[in-house]
């Protein structure tokens, strides 16, 4: 509407300064001239000169109505603004005053964070609506600015002109009054760029306010944990009143009906619906995944791993299977417990546990099976059995305990009996499992060196399931949680670095036999083997014991960040300034060294 109002005013001052050089014409015509004639000849463009100047005073009445509707609504933007504001204000007071209490709760701390981040949300979507409403109100303002300089250079050609018929004296008049509403409207204009841009410092400032104690809140959180972790819990067993028990089953329907309220509340909550597209974009990531899954299986038939390279073919096969799985994994974590979301929606912190777990066991399983199906060297079927029948006691039980959890809560008392029953089924499995292994390596095996670690394999069996049973009923219940998941990711880790230890040395073996073999050492490319065989060692060494640590940490949340600061560290030696990245480019430079060498 702008450009066309544009237009038509421009085409009408065009016109008048056109007719004003016709009007200077017709008064040196001749002396004898018909000036009935003459008039009757400026009438007609005179009439289509006027329409086209009320048509944009028409326009421009109409624009200023508009900008003063905009007004109104301008007045209830700006108390949104400061409402918001206010909140934001008293949000940070309180929660300032949360994390330098130290009797503060974690899981209120956590629940702070997210408000936090939900109201920082909130202020940036709000600080980008007002910069486009800014950016648009600047270019119809430029607009405005363009017509009144168009008009004010016209008008002044026409006065120059020296005209002072009845016409012009009439159509300057229009002109100055629609000049005056174009000035009117830039007035507005400028007011509503001004409110706009202030509202967008204010509630940037807000937000770097609140962005502030991003840290404050990261720290508290890991230093939170930390305390918890050794802090004696209740209620214990003694609390557990067994004539309540029917209470409990009673009240399950409804309690499960409450929960799932609750839960899918805070899924379709407003602030939650933002990770809507990250979700989207996980899912097609996730039908790549099943895509990548079939091109590698269909790879490892096509090249025959399972006959040249059987360790190989063995880590392929479980990798493949876990991909879709491991990367709904990943999704959860990130989601439950890198945007600590866990603390407002439960169901994604219960269904990383629920994949996590699903996917361990079956690494177990998979482990067993495909081990006995490609090495020679397989697990006797005795512990294989029980090696499966650990995994699926963990997986179902599993499942059991996080919906019981998920109904009353990790510090319930229900919880705390469901695990001591795990701990004690793990005991009495332990002592099934090492009686057998221990019968196996006796008949089986005579050197002394295998027999040590079969017994340091043997009290980590015990140690597993008779710790954290003694943890729990101390009272450490967060110890005891920590205790069995550290041990359960360190289980995998260890699986995974057999598995990939074997297949590096696989990998090695082939080729020193393919180096001794005739005309081998002509290849030009065996070189470049060498040195991918010895990054392999490096890289299995350094992210085994990277994920040996992670298994340990405490605040799993903030391990990578912490270890990147680790890695980054120096320590001066005379000089120098040692890291373990410079320690590990220093490795890397010598490996390419060699490898130039052999060249």
């Known amino acids: 509407m702008l450009c066309k109002r544009m237009y038509v ?143 004010q250079e016209n008008l002044a050609t026409i006065r120059e002109g020296k005209s002072d018929t009845p016409i012009t004296v009439k159509l300057i008049r229009r002109i100055e009054t629609l000049d005056d509403l174009l000035n009117t409207e830039k007035e507005m204009l400028r007011k509503i760029v001004d409110t706009y841009e202030a509202s967008e410092e204010k509630l940037k400032a807000a937000h770097d306010r609140l962005s502030v104690m991003e840290d404050t809140f990261d720290n508290a959180i890991s230093k939170k944990k930390k305390e918890d972790l050794f802090k004696r819990g209740e209620p214990g067993l003694d609390a557990f009143d067994i004539t309540r028990l029917d209470d409990y089953i009673g009240d399950l329907p409804d309690r499960i009906i409450s929960k799932l309220n609750h839960d899918v509340q805070a899924l379709l909550d407003k602030g939650r619906l933002r990770i809507t597209g990250i979700i989207l974009f996980a899912l097609i990531i996730l039908v790549i995944m099943f895509q990548l899954k079939r091109k590698i299986i269909q790879w490892d038939k096509d090249n025959e791993l399972a006959r040249h390279y059987p360790r190989r073919h063995l880590v392929l096969r479980m990798a493949s299977r876990s991909i879709p799985l491991g990367w709904t994994a990943v999704v959860l974590y990130f989601f439950a417990f890198v945007k600590h979301l866990y603390a407002t929606i439960a169901p994604l912190g219960i269904g990383f546990v629920v994949v996590f777990v699903w996917l361990w066991s079956r690494w177990g399983l998979d482990a067993v099976t495909f081990w006995n199906q490609t090495v020679q060297q397989k697990i006797p079927e005795p512990l294989a059995l029980r090696l499966r029948l650990l995994m699926r006691i963990v997986r179902y039980f599993t499942l059991a305990v996080v919906f019981l959890v998920w109904l009353y809560g990790r510090t319930s008392i229900i919880s705390t009996i469901c695990n001591i029953v795990f701990y004690l089924i793990l005991a009495v499995w332990s002592v099934g499992f090492n009686h057998k292994l221990n019968e196996k390596i006796s008949k089986t095996v005579s050197a002394t060196s295998v027999k040590r670690l079969t017994q340091i394999a043997m009290i980590t069996i015990y140690l597993i399931p008779m710790g954290g049973l003694i943890i729990n009923l101390s009272g450490y219940q967060a110890f005891s949680s920590y205790w069995l998941i550290s041990w359960g990711i360190s ?52 992210i085994s014991l990277i994920g040996l640590i992670f298994a340990w940490y405490v605040d799993k949340t903030r391990f990578f960040i912490n270890i990147v600061q680790l890695m980054t560290l120096s320590l001066p030696i005379g000089s120098l300034n040692i890291n373990l990245v410079n320690l590990l480019g220093i490795a890397i430079v010598l490996l390419v060294t060699h490898v130039l060498t052999r060249i």
Not at 35 to 52: F, G, K, M, W
Request: hydrophobic share 45%; proline share 2%; with cysteine.
């Open 9 to 151: 005013t421009i085409v009408g001052l065009i016109i008048i300064s056109l007719l004003e050089m016709g009007f200077g014409f017709s008064a040196q015509g001749a002396p004898g001239e018909d000036h009935s004639s003459s008039d009757a000849t400026v009438a007609v463009p005179y009439e289509n000169i006027r329409q086209l100047v009320e048509t944009a005073l028409t326009t421009e009445a109409d624009e200023i109505k508009a900008l003063k509707a905009r007004f109104t609504a301008l007045d209830r933007y700006k108390k949104t603004i400061d409402i918001l504001l206010r909140a934001a204000s008293l949000q940070q007071t309180a929660h300032a005053n949360l994390l330098v209490e130290p009797a503060s709760d974690l899981q209120d701390i956590l629940q702070a964070k997210s408000d936090s981040d939900a109201v920082m949300t909130n202020l940036s979507e709000m600080m980008a609506q007002a910069r486009d409403e800014r950016t648009a109100a600047e270019t119809q303002l430029a607009r405005v600015e363009e017509q009144i300089l168009l008009n």
């Open 491 to 542: 289980l995998s880790i260890a699986l995974w670095s057999w598995l990939i230890f074997h297949m590096i040395r696989e990998w090695h073996e082939h080729f020193r036999k393919s180096s001794t073999s005739a005309g081998a050492l002509t290849g030009k490319n065996r070189p470049f083997k060498w040195f991918c065989i010895q990054i392999s060692w490096l890289a299995w060494f350094w």
